[in-house]
């Protein structure tokens, strides 16, 4: 099993800026990738930015230049740097691992419980 701890939500005004963190622990070997997603209301849930073991990145359009995902793979921990918050970013922020499957090419995917993160006007 997999444990993920997230932390750095909150309510900031647009134009502000957030951090987020998420630490890995029990059955960690073998991470192929650490990333970030989130749910608004209404709408389902969806990627935001990954981060794999070599540091390639992956992010949304909607946050490419504002947002910056990092990973520190000692210490399984993944962060998320988020700037120049919109109104729109607003929704409930998921940690996500993903680790190798029972064969070549498979994967499987792991969640913490999620964090509010709320922009004001």
């Known amino acids: 099993q997999v444990q993920l701890v997230e932390s750095g939500g909150g309510l900031v005004q647009a134009g502000g800026s957030l951090r987020l963190s998420c630490a890995a622990s029990?059955?960690?070997?073998?991470?192929?990738?650490m990333g970030w997603y989130r749910q608004a209301p209404g709408k389902p849930r969806e990627l935001v930015a990954t981060?794999?073991?070599?540091?390639?990145?992956n992010y949304a359009d909607s946050v490419k230049g504002r947002f910056t995902i990092s990973r520190d793979n000692a210490k399984n921990t993944v962060s998320l740097q988020m700037n120049s918050l919109k109104p729109e970013d607003t929704a409930v922020y998921y940690c996500?691992?993903?680790?190798?499957?029972?064969?070549?090419?498979?994967?499987?995917?792991?969640w913490g419980q999620g964090t509010q993160v709320t922009v004001s006007t």
């Open positions: 981060i794999s073991r070599g540091g390639s990145t």
């Open positions: 029990g059955s960690i070997s073998n991470i192929n990738a």
């Open positions: 996500n691992v993903r680790k190798p499957g029972p064969y070549y090419g498979a994967t499987r995917d792991y």
